[in-house]
């Protein structure tokens, strides 16, 4: 539920930049979590995911890095374009929940021409 | 053409009516879920089904039901009991329980007249 979120509901980006959004989630039991783009009127897409053993993984222009330390998820887009503008979702997975996926409010990303 | 198929794109409600929103999938997933989406908020669980003839009650399961008598078939029933009708519902499924890389359908935006 809330306990997942995304801190900056919006992002605005200069095409070519990279982007990061930051989402911090406060169960540390939580052993997963994926990252999801929705566009306007249309389904979540799966972007990439990420299980608790792992620090970083990487995708075709996405990094999705990991701190349990500080419960903090963040997703990195290299080199934005404009058909990243979307809302960008973070869930995680809570043992405690039966293993439910719990997803936060979302950060819009606008990205400038 | 894999994939999950939600209908009808729009619908709309009029006061004391059941509607039923239809959800079909044939990625041969054996669970199923409903999500409602409202402006600016995470996706909240309704309810989901690991396996035929069998499903349980999410986050926010009063005043909606479910069935599920087929593995491709996951359809939601918005009761009159439900007062807050109109969101966004986002029928998903995945390969297994526990929840892992959800995949969306387009999804049903529900109005109330």
């Known amino acids: 539920g809330e306990s997942v979120g995304l801190h900056l509901p919006t992002l605005s980006v200069q095409e070519g930049d990279n982007s990061i959004i930051n989402c911090a989630y406060s169960n540390s039991a939580s052993d997963y979590f994926i990252w999801y783009k929705q566009e306007s009127g249309k389904g979540p897409q799966f972007i990439i995911d990420i299980r608790s053993n792992m620090d970083k993984r990487q995708g075709q222009r996405v990094t999705v890095l990991l701190n349990k330390t500080v419960k903090h998820l963040s997703l990195q887009i290299a080199a934005t374009q404009p058909g990243d503008s979307a809302v960008y979702f973070c869930a995680e997975r809570e043992r405690s929940n039966d293993y439910k996926l719990s997803f936060g409010a979302g950060t819009t990303v606008t990205v400038r021409a | 053409d894999g994939g999950i198929t939600q209908s009808p794109k729009y619908l709309f409600r009029k006061e004391g009516q059941n509607v039923t929103l239809s959800c079909e999938q044939n990625l041969n997933h054996d669970a199923m879920y409903w999500y409602r989406q409202d402006p600016g908020q995470g996706l909240r669980l309704i309810y989901y089904?690991?396996?035929?003839?069998?499903?349980q009650k999410g986050d926010i399961a009063e005043g909606y039901s479910v069935s599920r008598e087929k593995k491709e078939s996951f359809p939601l029933t918005v009761t009159s009991a439900q007062k807050n009708p109109t969101a966004f519902y986002l029928c998903?499924?995945?390969?297994?329980?526990?929840?892992?890389?959800?995949?969306f359908g387009s999804g049903t935006q529900l109005s109330v007249l």
């Open positions: 998903a499924s995945s390969p297994r329980q526990p929840s892992e890389k959800l995949f």
């Open positions: 089904s690991q396996i035929v003839n069998d499903f």
